[in-house]
């Protein structure tokens, strides 16, 4: 078996072994202590070793077997790059890293068919990217750990480079909502836009209501409506064949719709980070997200 190694990731390596402990090798490497862990992390993945054991006393890190027999190899593959860039007289660009945070129900095969288009044309920039709910995203991106986000949010809720509406429409069997005291609802968890979207409606009806399924992922939410465990509150492009749309007649009154923003907290882009959000604009355009 053959491994490639990440320069960034050897690096980060390095840094906590000769450190002994994350916090110091992100001041080193200038790098956050989260990013920190999720490369060691993804070290580990690709080489599918442990590398480090960590002290949960102390919070000081050391390297196993397996970590030392790397680290010997690591200074060596550093120093020679190092060699290089000084033997070419210039000073090889590292890829600009952007890190983007997009919608957990949003990270299907749609987003990662378009933005591994985006690493195919932009050679010079690594991307990152991370899913999760939008409060967590957020969260993210006031902390500094992501440099721009797609969030799902109510129209309007604050500023943003681009929005897009998202049409929102009810599935589910009808009868569940007329034979059923209270309605069985098949959602996502708390802090999702589109649980709080159904609770507020259903309430309004005058029904009661209870979580009969709860999903961390879109397809959970999805395959639970399709086998009749409870009625939900999607967007519209997440509607799949099996599926039945409720209308008023069936006693579900239209929802407005909710947005997809594209945010940050840079009062500036970068060049790196601008060329992003152009490729998304434009490839969201042409999935009709207007």
């Known amino acids: 078996m053959t491994f490639g190694f990440d320069l960034d ?28 862990s999720q490369q060691i992390k993804k070290l580990e993945t690709n080489l599918g070793r442990v590398l480090l054991i960590r002290d949960r006393t102390t919070g000081s890190v050391r ?3 397996e970590g030392e027999l790397l680290m010997s190899y690591a200074r060596r593959i550093l120093s020679v790059s190092a060699e290089a860039n ?11 890293t952007i890190r983007l945070g997009v919608p957990e129900d949003f990270a299907g095969r749609r987003m990662i068919d378009l933005l591994s288009g985006f690493a195919r044309t932009s050679s010079r920039t690594r991307l990152d990217t991370i899913s999760g709910w939008s409060f ?12 721009l986000a797609l969030v799902k949010r109510e129209p309007g809720d604050g500023a943003c480079i681009a929005k897009w509406e998202e049409r929102l429409v009810w599935i589910g069997d009808p009868l569940l909502a007329v034979g059923n005291d209270p309605v069985p609802l098949a959602v996502f968890p708390s802090g999702c836009i589109y649980r709080e979207r159904v609770i507020r409606a259903v309430e309004r009806s005058g029904k009661a209501w209870r979580i009969a399924y709860s999903s961390q992922g879109l397809m959970g939410v999805q ?10 509150l999607l967007p519209n ?54």
């Open 9 to 36: 990731l050897l690096r980060t390596f390095t840094a906590v072994v000769e450190t002994g402990g994350f916090t110091r090798a992100a001041e080193r490497v200038h790098l956050t202590q989260s990013t920190i």
């Open 63 to 65: 390297p196993t077997e």
């Open 86 to 96: 000084e033997a070419l007289g210039r000073s090889i660009p590292l890829p600009k």
């Open 136 to 147: 967590e995203l957020r969260r993210l991106l006031q902390a500094g750990e992501i440099d």
């Open 223 to 232: 395959a639970a409506v399709a086998s009749g465990l409870g009625i939900s």
């Open 237 to 290: 492009d997440a509607v799949l064949p099996e599926h039945r749309l409720l209308h008023e007649t069936d006693g579900f009154l239209p929802e407005p719709a909710s947005e997809l923003a594209l945010i940050t907290i840079a009062k500036k882009l970068d060049p790196a980070v601008q060329d992003l959000v152009d490729y998304l604009l434009a490839s969201l355009k042409a999935m009709k997200f207007t």
